[in-house]
């Protein structure tokens, strides 16, 4: 039983292009994140929700929209793909907010600009 | 703005030997979580350290949370091809962000 799942796990398309990343937790937490790895591995928090709720927006650009139907989903939307937008995309969650609480990952979306 | 390092960046290790890595910060940190990442994996959760001089142990692992709050430790006795990944702190800010440290890539050496 798969915790925090993400489709798709692998993504390919060229620049300029439109792509979504889904997220579903079957943990019952109430806050849900986005982070972005890079190459040099750099782990970056992008966006926080808390019960569908927009918590942080960490100066990630407007061609990146999150969406939150329920608080088990958190989808990633991306316009206009750039090449820079290569990255290895991680959904988390956790067990509230307010408190230092552990963060289980998902396997990852590997998304490849070409 | 928050800086978290971590040294070293990578490290070498024949098994068997101990290897460690730290996590400093510019700023005092509010609590700090540890968690290692597999080569082609996801961060998993490792420990949660709160208190100022915190120690905690987790078989082979000790994790320390400096004095000050503005370093910390994870230490590993006697490593195994099993500890092979990237170790990453991360100082929880408030709404449970975390900012994660650079992080240590570890390989280990049969």
């Known amino acids: 039983d798969t915790a925090v799942s993400q489709t798709p796990k692998y993504l390919v398309t060229q620049m300029g292009n439109d792509k979504s990343i889904k997220c579903e937790q079957n943990?019952?937490?109430?806050?849900m994140y986005w982070y972005k790895q890079d190459s040099k591995k750099f782990l970056k928090i992008m966006f926080s929700?808390?019960?569908?709720?927009?918590?942080i927006n960490e100066t990630v650009p407007n061609r990146f929209s999150p969406k939150s139907p329920d608080k088990a989903h958190l989808n990633l939307h991306i316009n206009s793909l750039e090449l820079g937008d290569s990255a290895v995309y991680f959904c988390a969650s956790s067990q509230g907010f307010l408190a230092a609480q552990p963060q289980h990952f998902g396997d990852g979306t590997r998304l490849s600009i070409l | 703005g928050q800086q978290v390092m971590q040294i070293p960046q990578y490290q070498h290790v024949q098994e068997g030997e101990d290897f460690t890595t730290y996590c400093n910060s510019s700023?005092?940190?509010?609590?700090i979580q540890w968690y290692k990442q597999r080569p082609g994996g996801h961060p998993v959760f490792l420990i949660q350290l709160v208190k100022s001089g915190e120690v905690k142990k987790q078989k082979r692992l000790t994790f320390q949370f400096g004095e000050a709050k503005k370093n910390s430790s994870l230490h590993i006795t006697a490593t195994q091809t099993t500890d092979v990944g990237t170790y990453f702190c991360a100082d929880q800010t408030g709404a449970n962000n975390l900012f994660f440290g650079t992080g240590t890539r570890l390989t280990v050496i049969p």
């Open positions: 943990l019952g937490h109430d806050t």
């Open positions: 929700y808390n019960n569908k709720e927009l918590i």
């Open positions: 700023t005092t940190l509010s609590n």
